[in-house]
Each structure stands twice: as structure tokens, then as C-alpha cells.
């Protein structure tokens, strides 16, 4: 019974940890994300997210990676976007941070892999 409670609490208190944004979507200048974005992991892994289309705060996103191609209607806020399990945000400039939360299937364990993308 310990146990169970014990996993409980634990969830409780991780999601207590990701409170979401109280911010409204907002339009968003199209400029600043259309185009393709590559870079690499710091697993060496490269990537490519393509932006498409924008239009308000709504984009048509295609990501790739090494084998994994995903295609996404996305909801861009407070200068981000999620597709899958990767997060796009927008830097200065050129420039995005990239983070993936990438899980191996032997194990079932997941690890967060980071990189920067810069506009091509």
C-alpha cells in the first residue's frame, strides 16, 4: 500500500511542476517562423523542422530527424510550438532552441536531447 501511495504523491508533485501558460494565443508575425530550421543534437543526431503556412498563431510543421519524419498542425505561444515530443523556441534572430525527448525501447527510459536550429 506504501508503494502506491508513494507513486501517487510522486505524480502529484511532477505535474505540480508544469504549470501551464495563463497567456491567450496571440497572432504572430509569420517572418519570424517560416522557413527550415536545422541543427544538431547533443546526441550528434541532425534535425530539420520546416514551417509552413502561418497563419494567426496556427503553422503547418514537418520534422526530421534521422529517420523519423512527422508532419503537425501547431498552436504557436508566448514563442513556442510543440510537435510530438519535440519543443520549438524562438530565439534572436535566426535562431531556436530545440529540445526532444527522445525514448529508447529496450529500456522504456527517456532522455532530453537539446539543440539550437538556426534558419536556412
Not at 10 to 25: I, N, V
Not at 30 to 54: E, H, R
Amino acid at each position: 500500500m506504501a508503494d502506491i501511495m508513494s507513486a501517487l504523491s510522486s505524480g502529484y508533485t511532477s505535474a505540480a511542476l508544469q504549470t501551464p501558460s495563463k497567456t491567450k494565443y496571440v497572432n504572430v508575425d509569420p517572418t519570424l517562423y517560416q522557413g527550415t530550421w536545422t541543427g544538431t543534437y547533443s546526441n550528434t543526431k541532425k534535425f530539420a523542422i520546416t514551417v509552413n503556412d502561418v497563419e494567426g498563431f496556427r503553422a503547418q510543421v514537418k520534422y526530421q530527424s534521422e529517420g523519423t519524419v512527422k508532419y503537425q498542425s501547431v498552436l504557436i505561444k508566448d514563442g513556442a510550438f510543440r510537435i510530438g515530443d519535440t519543443k520549438f523556441t524562438l530565439g534572436k534572430g535566426d535562431n531556436a532552441s530545440i529540445r526532444t525527448v527522445v525514448t529508447d525501447p529496450a529500456t522504456g527510459q527517456t532522455q532530453l536531447v537539446t539543440g539550437n536550429a538556426k534558419r536556412s
